[in-house]
């Protein structure tokens, strides 16, 4: 026999709403984070739950007055309005679980509940069983021997089902009296009263006594304290009673077999993911084009062949190429074969070292590929082609600027999303699933299992890589188009392709470090930290692993009866950092423990593990840099991560020490922007007074501290100056007077007394934010002068806390992004001048606003006057950037 099944469409969008990362948008910027979460819980239902046959509803609130609203004024009044994001979602919402097969229902002057308790009323002489999927308390009246409750207790997909027993457990009342319970105790949720001073578990007790809340009021004795709070509470209590009681006779006007389950509507929900880009959702339900509508894919195995696709390559209007290698490290990749696909929509595959071949000839093939790919006029697409790059130019091919690179025109789309491979790109914007590697060895032969690129048969390794071409090409000529839209191609073709031989030059040139001198910092620490766990031990009177915090949580709030601050989601106190700060005066063994993790993060994060990454080919460590990697602009690094190396503390500038040449007679030159980011402010604020104080080359932290402390800048202590950088700083970051005294160790009336006198001294500044931000909440997005851009759907919420966020982001992103464009592009300058200069010297390491590298001695005077010239001139803001040039044996 079917079942019903009826969601509470509103309260699950609501719930999915404030459970997903609301920054989820599409490209174009329409939110997306309650839509997906609904989908997501529904699909899971879908799949666990329901079978075909079964009958479903999601029940959704019309936006008009109820009974409700006219028997209680101030029902619901206690919930904040709804976000505007939220709201903008609800359409979609609503198209999207159509699309899933389930039918959506909406009646004026009625709740989603009370289409609910309809249904399951009147489906109790029809269903077998019946299911409600909801998180509001009143709907448990509605449990029986045929009625059911799932309630989310964890996000919206973990579900915990409520039986008439369940509740019994939960709320030691029976399901008949959940509206007995919520009259007396009252639902601040839905702002229903209750009898003012009667909670949870008083209205347990009377209920259990009594009964009912009719019996309640037969039967209490009115002179004792719970008998006058009742006859006070008296009206409220039935008009109570009668809020949370839902109506089960509402004329809905449809039958049973409009609510049948029969699957998804498979073209609907195909066109419904493509527009919310859901690619991993089509991905999950196999909902894309599996077969290339294109021209079959050619393998090219011959000598003919290839001479005529190399004439083709050389007459087309663009490239595309991707390389098959059997390494991700470009410095030990064999190229294994390349694909390419051109305009014609004809994509090739050719082999060049399958184990079982036929193979063309390896060393004639990259002859022919060096001509073409070096040729000024060669205009080369790709994804993620600076790894390309990188291993043609360790085969000896020095390809011209690429360009489109596929994987960053989809990041400058939507810089805040997280994922840019290929694969992931190909649903999102083609609905196109595409051949796994994976998928590939498990249709061969077991003996597969563990093996490399190299052991594909041609056959395979062409539908492949063939296909990874022409998906690109697909991809370049749709993204090309939406960035013209967007107009974000001179981002793209003045900045970040550019950049891609820089990066690929830096990388494959690598850091030096001096690993005798990190293994003997590393021994020095275990000194430290033995010593340290000494005293530490002294104090607790027992050992105990100090990398464990629930050991360390043990030890300081049990053993020691230090008072804790903060809570873990486990309920368990903290012991972050953070959180181990603020008690450092509660016990002498709290700085101990601070000190003990300071040296063991150092030692484990880098002492130990950068040895480990040398090279044996160069002898250096090949980190690798991302452009996609943040949503401002800058690029990030990763294996290992230089750009995070300490430098506040002396402990960890003693590892930038081992950053050293590697030749002797060279020298470490390191290039550092003077406070860029309070430069662009000043130029984009045009605040007179701060581009003056740059024009005369004040310094700008003594200049802010003497203005807001309101002595000379000879008066300036450092410890004032300190606080001028903080608030110089906070006020880019856009953080608060409680940020700022957090930061600072001033009480919040000194913090807010600070910001308020930055903003009287710099006043343009402040109406430089509010232009910003309304510019934002107007448009949707912010730009760096460059026209780099990024969504802030945060400032659509009605939730202050979420709004605030996107405020900080809105004035944060045009400064640090245009920081991040400006160093791109001296990057840029300054490598191509190095470049027709024959320069020897090598540029490293960019760690955000600064450049390392390294010099032979005759050629410093040269370089810095290179690196200046460079940093300092490639952009003319209304204020002049500054470099802090310095020159060393190390890079501390």
């Known amino acids: 026999m079917a079942r019903l099944f009826l969601f509470d469409g509103t309260g699950i969008a609501y719930r999915a709403y404030y459970a997903v990362d609301q920054s989820l948008s599409t490209s174009s910027g329409i939110p997306t984070n309650a839509t997906y979460g609904v989908l997501r819980m529904l699909i899971r239902f879908l799949k ?9 509803a999601f029940a959704m609130d019309k936006k008009t007055r109820t009974y409700r609203h006219e028997l209680l004024e101030e029902y619901k009044a206690q919930r904040p309005q709804a976000p505007d994001a939220m709201i903008q979602q609800l359409p979609y919402i609503r198209k999207g679980v159509q699309a899933l097969g389930v039918r959506v229902l909406e009646y004026e002057g009625c709740e989603a509940d009370d289409v609910i308790a309809t249904l399951a009323k009147k489906g109790e002489e029809v269903f077998e069983e019946i299911f409600i999927v909801t998180g509001d308390k009143d709907m448990l009246q509605l449990v029986g021997s045929k009625v059911k409750v799932w309630r989310p207790t964890k996000g919206i997909s973990d579900l915990e089902l409520y039986d008439p027993a369940k509740v019994k457990e939960k709320f030691q009342v029976d399901p008949s009296q959940i509206v007995d319970l919520l009259a007396l105790a009252g639902d601040t949720a839905d702002n229903v009263p209750g009898v003012k001073g009667i909670g949870m578990k008083t209205a347990v007790e009377l209920i259990q006594r009594y009964g009912d809340l009719e019996k309640i009021y037969e039967r209490i004795d009115k002179n004792t304290r719970v008998g006058k709070l009742l006859l006070e509470g008296q009206t409220e209590a039935f008009k109570s009673k009668q809020l949370v009681t839902l109506m089960k006779d509402i004329e809905l006007g449809i039958e049973w077999k409009d609510l049948e389950y029969h699957g998804y509507k498979e073209s609907e929900l195909v066109q419904f993911l493509k527009e919310m880009e859901f690619s991993s959702i089509m991905k999950e339900l196999g909902l894309y084009t599996q077969q290339s509508s294109q021209s079959p894919y050619v393998c090219v195995n011959d000598e003919r062949t290839l001479i005529d696709l190399m004439q083709k390559m050389k007459r087309s209007q663009y490239v595309v190429i991707d390389l098959e290698t059997d390494s991700l490290s470009p410095l030990d990749a064999n190229i294994i074969g390349f694909s390419v696909s051109l305009p014609d929509k004809t994509s090739y595959y050719v082999p060049l070292a399958h184990k079982n071949g036929p193979n063309v000839n390896s060393s004639q093939v990259l002859t022919y590929l060096k001509e073409i790919l070096e040729t000024p006029n060669t205009k080369i697409v790709g994804q993620n082609l600076k790894y390309d790059y990188s291993v043609f130019k360790v085969h000896g091919i020095n390809p011209v600027k690429p360009t489109f690179d596929t994987m960053i025109g989809a990041y400058l789309l939507n810089p805040d999303e997280k994922r840019f491979n290929l694969d992931e790109l190909a649903m999102k914007f083609l609905n196109y699933k595409m051949i796994s590697f994976e998928e590939l060895i498990k249709n061969n032969s077991p003996l597969f299992s563990s093996q490399t690129f190299a052991d594909l048969s041609v056959e395979d390794a062409t539908r492949y890589s063939a296909e990874d071409a022409d998906i690109t090409r697909r991809l370049y000529e749709m993204l090309n188009l939406k960035l013209h839209e967007a107009n974000l191609l001179d981002v793209l073709e003045k900045i970040e392709m550019p950049l891609i031989p820089v990066l690929v030059d830096m990388e494959l040139t690598g850091v030096y470090m001096n690993t005798e001198y990190l293994k003997e910092l590393s021994v020095k620490y275990s000194v430290k930290m033995d010593e340290l766990s000494r005293r530490i031990f002294d104090y607790t009177k027992e050992p105990f692993n100090l990398n464990s915090p629930k050991q360390v949580a043990n030890v300081l709030f049990e053993k020691l009866k230090i008072q804790g601050s903060k809570r873990t989601s486990t309920g368990e106190f903290s012991t972050r950092a953070d959180v181990l700060e ?23 994060t ?8 040398v090279h044996p080919k160069t002898g250096r460590i090949h980190s690798s840099f991302h452009q996609t990697g943040t949503a401002t602009g800058r690029l990030s690094s990763s294996e290992p991560n230089l750009q995070n190396l300490p430098t506040k503390q002396e402990e960890g500038r003693e590892i930038r020490k081992a950053v050293v040449p590697q030749r002797s007679g060279w020298k470490i030159v390191s290039a550092d922007y003077s406070q860029i980011e309070l430069r662009v402010l000043a130029h984009l604020s045009a605040d007179q007074r701060l581009i003056e104080a740059f024009q005369k080359e004040e310094d700008i932290h003594t200049f802010t501290a003497s203005k807001i402390f309101q002595v000379s800048q000879d008066q300036v202590t450092p410890q004032m100056r300190s606080v001028g950088k903080m608030v110089n700083f906070s006020v880019i970051y856009g953080v608060s007077p409680f940020g700022l005294s957090q930061r600072t160790g001033l009480t919040y009336d000194q913090a807010q007394r600070f910001i308020n006198e930055y903003f009287s001294l710099y006043p343009s500044v402040r109406e430089y934010f509010a232009r910003v931000i309304a510019y934002a909440k107007t448009y949707g997005h912010v730009k760096t002068i460059f026209g780099r851009k990024r969504e802030i759907p945060q400032l659509r919420s009605k939730d202050a806390t979420v709004r605030q966020e996107g405020e900080r982001i809105a004035i944060n992103t045009p400064i640090q992004g245009t920081a991040a464009d400006i160093m791109k592009l ?9 470049r027709k200069a024959q320069m020897r010297s090598k540029m490293v390491l960019q760690v955000h606003d600064e450049l390392v590298f390294e010099v032979p001695d005759e050629e410093v005077e040269k370089i810095s006057a290179m690196i200046r010239g460079s940093m300092e001139g490639v952009v003319k803001l209304s204020v002049p950037l500054k470099v802090d040039l310095v020159v060393s044996e190390n890079w501390d």
């Open 826 to 834: 001296a990057m840029v300058d300054l490598h191509e001048k190095m």
């Open 606 to 613: 880098y002492l130990d593990v950068l040895p480990r990454l």
């Open 48 to 56: 666990d739950h329901i079978k075909p046959g079964d009958c479903v």
């Open 582 to 604: 603020e008690l450092s005066d509660k016990h002498p063994v709290v700085p101990l423990i601070l000190e003990y993790r300071k040296y063991q993060k150092l030692k484990s």
